[in-house]
């Protein structure tokens, strides 16, 4: 049987300054998700995908690539730290990843670790040069290939090749920047603590990034629930309101959070 047509994508206010203009729906595929953002994300978006370990931070990211390879718009996933072949032998586990995708070419893992050897950055730190070197890169990358979804998973590994929180700060928007420019939206994967109190590493990259999505784990009556709220989305109406979530061989699915039910961990 053949699928049905995807929705149309809806047109969505500009940011605050940019009278006139109007933004376009990067539909995430993930059901739950694009109800509670009123259609998606707005194309050209940098959104930190934040929570600790365990949370389905990359789950989500990398089913938001596959939704969109699958509606033909290439996928870029920058590993930082897992080995991409590694990646892919877990991904085969879920019914909603496609093999195809990534032999035609419409879902690519980049390691970048690979990139920096390519660059020759090889120390422990990398200077403010180095840096530059890299957000051309990537985004030569990205135009190269008409990326239009990116990953990079986790901002928060990169960072610690950083010495600065300037330095991570300008890192940060300037790639938001570049990928707006090229109409590419980006999913940046940020690793905290239930106790940070904050949604990245360094305090200062969330204030900068056009959304977040926040994935934490709560207990209840023993039994561990996987919990998301989208915290900000510029330019885009959005529900507060917190969504367990479950990561099933079909793709992640959500439901409320029960009014009432708090759970161990909660504010």
């Not at 496609?98 to 032999?103: E, G, K, N, P």
Request: charged share 25%; hydrophobic share 40%.
């Amino acid at each position: 049987m053949e699928s049905p047509a995807p929705p149309a994508r809806a047109p969505v206010p500009a940011r605050p300054g940019d009278t006139g203009t109007v933004l376009e729906r990067c539909i995430t595929g993930i059901e739950g998700l694009d109800n509670i953002l009123g259609g998606g994300i707005p194309r050209g978006s940098a959104v930190l995908v934040a929570g600790s370990v365990g949370t389905g931070k990359t789950t989500l990211s990398l089913e938001f690539l596959i939704r969109g390879a699958e509606r033909g718009e290439r996928s870029l996933f920058l590993s930082v730290t897992e080995a991409s072949d590694k990646l892919v032998q877990n991904l085969s586990t879920f019914e909603f990843f496609r093999t195809d995708l990534v032999v035609d070419g419409s879902l690519v893992f980049v390691d970048l670790p690979v990139i920096y050897e390519k660059l020759g950055m090889l120390g422990a730190e990398l200077s403010s040069e180095e840096l530059d070197i890299l957000l051309r890169t990537i985004r030569d990358l990205v135009r190269s290939l008409g990326v239009k979804r990116l990953v990079l998973d986790s901002l928060t590994s990169l960072g610690y090749r950083i010495r600065t929180d300037e330095q991570i700060r300008e890192f940060v928007l300037r790639l938001g920047e570049e990928m707006n420019a090229c109409g590419c939206t980006a999913l940046l994967v940020s690793e905290i603590t239930p106790t940070q109190g904050r949604y990245s590493t360094r305090g200062v990259e969330e204030a900068i990034v056009d959304g977040i999505i926040l994935l934490w784990n709560a207990r209840r009556r023993g039994d561990i629930h996987r919990v998301l709220q989208i915290i900000k989305m510029r330019g885009s109406a959005h529900s507060h309101a917190q969504y367990v979530i479950e990561l099933t061989p079909i793709g992640l699915l959500m439901t409320p959070h029960l009014k009432g039910a708090r759970s161990e961990g909660e504010d």
